[in-house]
């Protein structure tokens, strides 16, 4: 770090934007930053070291108000520049409209709203202090291991640090950054890998959606989502009662539907999606989905990776895994599916459609930022197999995640329930699918079907 490099301040209750403000400064300009959840908690690191030149708030805390630091520089006669981050309206705080050096930004920001803000103010400072303030960027950026566990999905190679002048590429063009991956470098005392400065931008990418996609969820709590469709859930009922499942797991799988059905009705162009589910027909595609969604989340669960991310994103894949297929492909699709086996596809406009469904939902997840990074990854697997036959990638089961292969499963699960009209029997379940699933991770995920069924026939 240069001497003359700037000082920062950010201070916000929320972890996630703490870190996405200081990637996107550290991403952007030779800066230190020190971090607070509170604005108490900021006017304390200040009052010890009051060498920052720049603070970055958010304004409604729990454990402090934002306002508070503003005043506070504004009672000691300090021209502090401050950037200001909220969701909230301006005019509540006539202060803030008049003092000049404050920049509001609305969130959610992009990172180029932040970088001109902070530019903007950095100006201001440097014209002040002779030009002492200097922005300048690295060839390559700091990214904390948490911040990586976080993204899950990483788009771009992740190098170590050697020393000043030496970077080590330590993983691929595209890597998942699971608990494993954080823990084999946190053990190593490794607290920060890097990326390349001209991958900075494909970075942010899946971190701001990540970052945007918690908030959303965040904001559609079970309650307001409840009531907003009626699912229907006999069916599920019913599964769950064949397996010998918690209630509690139908009331989760249920809760969790009904928030991402709640997000995606606030978005007017996917109205058409909405209506899919508000047309309950029985057995029909909501079924197919909702019960893909609980399957998936008792798997989950049973095989130890059940967290609320992980549910999460279950549940978004479940409910737009199929959403490109016309009622007609949905309703054929097992017909479709056969000609893409025999590679007749090609020539036929519906089999063609179905066979490009995985890839062209993924591609539209990845633009919803209401959407968790990862999803794209699940719907994209979706009608792969163990042993290499599925499409459209062909992959081999080594070749796929866990929760990829937890879906492929519970869908396939899901839609034997479906075929049976009502009247599905685990026991028939497996012995129709029993030699295809010969291959670890579908193995032992498989596994967890074939052991509920067993302890319900002992219980
Ligand atoms: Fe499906
Ligand atoms: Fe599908």
Redesign the pocket.
């Known amino acids: 770090m240069g001497q003359n490099s700037l000082k920062i301040l950010v201070v916000d209750d929320s972890e996630e934007i703490r870190e996405l403000v200081t990637f996107f400064l550290q991403a952007n300009m030779e800066c230190e930053i020190v971090t607070a959840n509170s604005s108490r908690k900021a006017l304390e690191i200040f009052k010890k070291d009051p060498t920052f030149n720049l603070i970055v708030s958010d304004l409604h805390m729990p454990d402090g108000h934002g306002i508070d630091l503003v005043r506070y520089f504004d009672k000691n006669d300090s021209q502090m520049p401050i950037v200001i981050l909220s969701g909230e309206a301006t005019n509540k705080f006539p202060e803030l409209k008049t003092r000049k050096h404050l920049t509001w930004i609305a969130k959610p920001f992009s990172d180029d709203e932040l970088i001109a803000a902070v530019q903007s103010q950095i100006g201001d400072y440097a014209a002040a202090n002779k030009g002492t303030a200097q922005i300048e960027m690295g060839a390559y950026i700091p990214v904390k291991l948490d911040l990586l566990r976080m993204i899950r999905k990483v788009q771009t190679p992740l190098f170590i640090k050697i020393n000043n002048s030496k970077f080590i590429k330590m993983t691929p063009e595209e890597s998942i950054f699971n608990q494993d991956q954080y823990q084999k470098f946190k053990h190593k005392g490794v607290e920060y890998l890097y990326i390349e400065s001209f991958q900075t931008e494909k970075f942010i990418c899946e971190f701001r959606k990540n970052t945007l996609s918690q908030e959303a969820w965040k904001q559609a709590s079970a309650n307001e989502a409840q009531g907003f469709i009626n699912l229907n859930i006999d069916l599920m009922r019913n599964i769950s009662n064949q397996l010998g499942w918690r209630e509690e797991l139908l009331k989760l799988a249920q809760e969790n539907i009904q928030r991402v059905l709640h997000l995606v009705s606030q978005e007017k162009q996917l109205n058409l999606l909405v209506q899919k589910f508000l047309h309950i027909e029985k057995f029909g595609f909501a079924d197919h989905c909702t019960l893909s969604a609980l399957v998936a989340t008792a798997l989950a669960e049973k095989l130890g990776v059940g967290t609320p991310e992980n549910f999460r994103l279950l549940t978004f894949a479940a409910l737009f ?2 959403m490109t297929l016309s009622d007609e492909q949905y309703d054929n699709k097992s017909k479709f599916i056969k000609n893409i086996r025999r590679g007749e596809h090609l020539h036929l406009k519906d089999a063609k459609e179905v066979f490009a ?2 890839a062209k939902a993924a591609a539209m997840v990845k633009n919803w930022d209401f959407c968790p990074s990862g999803v794209d990854i699940v719907i994209m697997n ?2 792969e197999l163990a042993d290499g036959t599925g499409f459209p990638m062909g992959r081999q089961a080594e070749q796929l995640d866990l929760l990829s292969v937890i879906f492929i499963v519970a869908e396939e699960f899901a839609q034997f329930g479906i075929d049976a009209s009502g009247m599905p029997t685990v026991e028939r379940y497996i012995h129709a699918t029993k030699d295809k699933h010969g291959k670890n991770p579908f193995k032992e995920v498989y596994k967890i079907l074939i052991d509920s069924v067993a302890k319900k026939m002992v219980a």
């Open positions: 895994h199929d469904h995985s979706h009608h």
